[in-house]
């Protein structure tokens, strides 16, 4: 089996050998990412409506919904909607401290076994436990981190209470965002993943980040578009025009 | 080892696959609709084409400090509690995920779809060791049913009719199937959704690895890579050295070009970027992660010939617009590697030795490297495949013989005139009907499929000459 010092060495004499073929520059990474993140936060909030409505554009047209409410009181409501409209009964969510709001008991007043993920570490059995109950839900509610108008992505960190398989079980994903979370652009969310990376990661961060752009789909059949081969058949995405409550994670 | 030759010569191959009348019908459709998502999603881009140099000036600024960014990468990924482990064969990385499977007790293994696992031939050592190992992307999982090779680098079973599939469905399930893709589609997920859910292992490839932080990027489109890096306990990931980038600033560079060149798509549905081991708190996330660095000829082409061919993304927009792979798909190249960049990677894993036909599988119309994300040369690399071919004797010897006497006389201007007037002399006999449409002995390999030209009643040359007089009259 080959080592590390070996594989290397290997490689050092190749590149001995060769000049490279023109000059050239890797990227230059943002120094200070998080400040440079928060002065480009202050200056997205200027322009969020144009973002939103982008991002609206762009979401459709890979197969997304968007609903739009006030307040953040009456994102249980819009869920409960969508879950009826549906049929759908189990609803798997964030913890209510990672979503900015508690959906879990308002959706239960509603009629639907809904649960919400633990804001911290728990035992092996408990997820295996949580596991199947994602894998048996109709419906997963998650936060967003980042929307992308250019592209209509949602992107999701995982960690404590922000399990990755409410946004991929079940067949039904339904993500809760505010004009925070905008972004216009896929390179500035570059710089959202630079800062996230930006010194060790804090308690209660995943390993995980995914960006979300629409349903799950495959045209591996013929060509033909076919949505939820794996992850959810249906996206929607809620707006919040008041704003959610401060958020963990 | 490298991968063995196909039985048939290519002539064969191409042969067979040309009276495949739905095949060649699945890929006009598949490219032509490829082509104009891709120029649809760039038309709509306006920083395209400069994103398009970014990349290409970063892989190779990456290329040039390969060492250093290896080792951030490998610092960063144990740091994440990852395990970093250096396979130079296929069989190093066999080997490598055997010894994982063993020692974890892993029996069932899923897969997201991975090229680089193909090309190592992963399944076959898997399977050899009783461990089995599931393909989960629909194309992957279809062709895994046929025992065959995926034949387009993002379209696995492009050439498989939805009857086809029906029928593979059906003797795997023991049931009569409906050749209806959505169908098709919604069984597949349920076979597969309770495999990943008992999966002791999960295998994929690597887009990207960031060396900044240590993270490995998956880009699909079902979601099946979340699925194979969450839920098994054990994730393994198999990339070749070349994948490395420095940033995510980078990597947000190559995000923005590499669907809109693959499928037309803005961004994939799943970017799906894995930082090693489940984290305290975590509901999901694998025990252990092992990223399995692959060489397999590629270290090599740092300073080799084939050194552009490192910067390929695996995107299959070369395959799309070449008018070769546009004929004859994807089997018919007989490696894992099909289309225009298949020919210089399967002369990277495999040597020069193994194209000595299919390098000239390509009529050099440029067409590659002009949908090329990041703008490999192609054509200029297949013609020095070409040449090194023949310098190294490994072209049939008839065709050494006369390309070597048609240098010759092109480089001798009388020699040339001489060989111009004999030769209309005896091209007599096979002229028909203003052609040469068959021609004797091995010259024969050329007009069996098109007509030479005879050598015109008065050369270019003696024209110019004749004009020249004029004019000076």
Known sequence: MTTRAEFLARIRAEMGRAPGLFAAEVSVRPTRPRERLALLRRELSERWREDLER??????????????????????????????????????????????????????????????????????????????????????????????????????????????????????????????????????????????????????????????????????????????????????????????????? | MSETPPPTPLRERARQALQDTFLHEALTIATTKFIGLRREAFGEFPDGEALRDRARAIKEATLQHLDQHLERLIDNVERRGGQVHYATTPEDACRTVLDIAKRTGARLAVKSKSMATEEIHLNTALQAAGVTPLETDLGEYIIQLAHERPSHIIAPAIHKTKGQVAELFARELGREIEPDPEVLTRIARAELREKFLIADMGISGANFGVADTGTIVLVTNEGNGRMVTSLPRVHVAVMGVEKVIPSMTDLAVFLAILAKSATGQKLSVYTSLVNGPRRGGELEGPEEFHLVLLDNGRIRQIAGPLREALSCLRCGACLNVCPVYRQIGGHAYGYTYPGPIGILLTAMLNGPASVKDLAHASSLCGACADACPVRIDIPRMLIELRRSVVERRIAPWPERVVFGVFGRLLRRPALYRLAARAGRVLQRPFVRRGAIRRLPLFFGGWTRTRDLPPIAARTFQERWAQLAREDHR
């Not at chain 1, 307040?71 to 189990?90: H, L, N, S, W, Y």
């Not at chain 1, 990661?201 to 045209?219: D, L, M, Q, V, W």
């Not at chain 1, 059949?221 to 994670?249: C, D, M, S, Y």
């Open chain 1, 55 to 249: 991002f609206g554009q762009e979401f459709e047209r890979v197969g997304g919904v968007l609903h739009r409410v006030s307040a953040a009181a009456q994102v249980p409501d819009a869920i409960a909607r969508i879950a009826a409209e549906r049929g759908a009964r189990r609803v798997v969510a964030w913890h209510g401290d990672a979503l900015g709001l508690d959906v879990a008991a308002p959706l239960a007043a509603h009629g639907l076994q809904a649960s919400a993920a633990p804001a911290a570490e728990v035992d092996a059995d408990e997820r295996g436990r949580r596991r199947a109950l994602a894998a048996d839900a109709d419906l997963g509610v998650t936060g967003v981190d980042l929307a992308i108008a250019e592209t209509g992505t949602l992107v999701v960190v995982s960690g404590a209470g922000r399990p990755r398989s409410a946004s991929l079980l079940p067949p039904c994903h339904v993500a809760v965002f505010d004009r925070d979370a905008l972004v216009t652009s896929l390179l500035q969310a570059g710089l959202a993943l630079e800062a996230w990376h930006d010194g060790p990661p804090p308690a209660g961060r995943g390993a995980s980040i995914n960006f979300i752009t629409g349903p799950s789909r495959t045209a591996d059949i013929e060509l033909t578009l076919t949505r939820g081969v794996h992850g959810p058949k249906e996206v929607h995405a809620v707006f919040v025009e008041q704003g959610l409550g401060p958020r963990r994670g």
